[in-house]
């Protein structure tokens, strides 16, 4: 097993002592890598919360039975998979709005709202991110990039379970098929299976930006292009190629010129927004918050900004308040 995963040192206890206060303590410490395991799993920060908390309810009423067989670690892991799995029997999949048809145009009809577990939901990197060394951390983010994550939701549930174990958390195979109660070669099977799914939609989890300098500039630009609404300046930070969407919405966008045109369109209610800056799914993102008339202003979206070298390539606009709690963002700003 590798460094990361190495054993906690936990004492199994005995089929006769109960479980004590102390020892529901050590369930505590892996809490976060679980829940950035749930949330690759569920495509929901939501549910991988409820997932996580399951697991640990779990965890405490049955350390009476925890033989040492394994480590600790491995031992909720095996519990949180099979908290996942039976959370999944539904056959529907989260998805993003690209996901789900062709690019519109500024001036078409959003539709109607889908419902919230259509979509894949953002999640904070505090949530999920361990505080490692800088190119783990950076690792990290890449596997909860949106791009992989909704890549993630076209697997069978059991093979996403092996590629985020052997891909992401570096599970050696024997390891994975003790977890899944199955043998190295379905784990191998599936793993390649599980690549395979992942290559044909150009997803990389392995390919590593680190943010620098010059993305923190880049974003410094866009905040204040934001906040002046200077649409020129703001058309002029993205990528060719950068999208736009709107989840709860199957509306995006593709390209400067269409996304120019909404702001300045219908998009137009963003005029004299504020943003509070936060960091999810490995990007920087934001609170963005509307003027409210009776003063100050009110929360709107969650941003996800996504970057690739000098330029702005994905603005996902997440319009479910809720999430602002989540995020420990504030519902409303004063002047």
Known sequence: MSTALASTGVTAPTETT??????????????????GYCYRMLGSSLEADDAVQETMIRAWRNLDRFEGRSSLRSWLYRIATNVCLDMQRSPQRRARPMDMGPAHRADGNLGDALPESTWLEPIPDAKVVQDTDPGEM???????????VAALQHLPPKQRAVLILREVLRWHADEVAELLD???????????????????????????????????????????????????????LLHEDAIMSMPPYDFWLTGPEQMGAWFLGQGHGCKGSRLLPTFANGCAAFGSYRVDPDGGHVAFA?????????????HHNFLDTKLFALFGLPEHLDD
């Open 302 to 314: 969650v941003q996800v900004i996504e970057i690739s070298g000098d330029r702005i390539v994905g």
């Open 138 to 148: 950076a690792a990290s983010r890449e596997t909860i990039k949106l791009a992989f």
């Open 18 to 35: 109960p479980p004590t206060e102390s020892r529901a303590e050590d369930l505590e410490p892996f809490r976060r890598e679980l829940a």
């Open 182 to 236: 199955t043998s190295v070669a379905s784990v191998n099977s599936a793993l390649q299976r599980a690549r395979a799914t992942l290559a044909s939609r150009e997803v990389d989890p392995l390919n590593v930006e680190v943010m620098g300098a010059e993305q923190q500039a880049l974003l410094a630009r866009y905040v204040d292009a934001f906040e002046r609404y200077d649409i020129e300046s703001l058309v002029a």
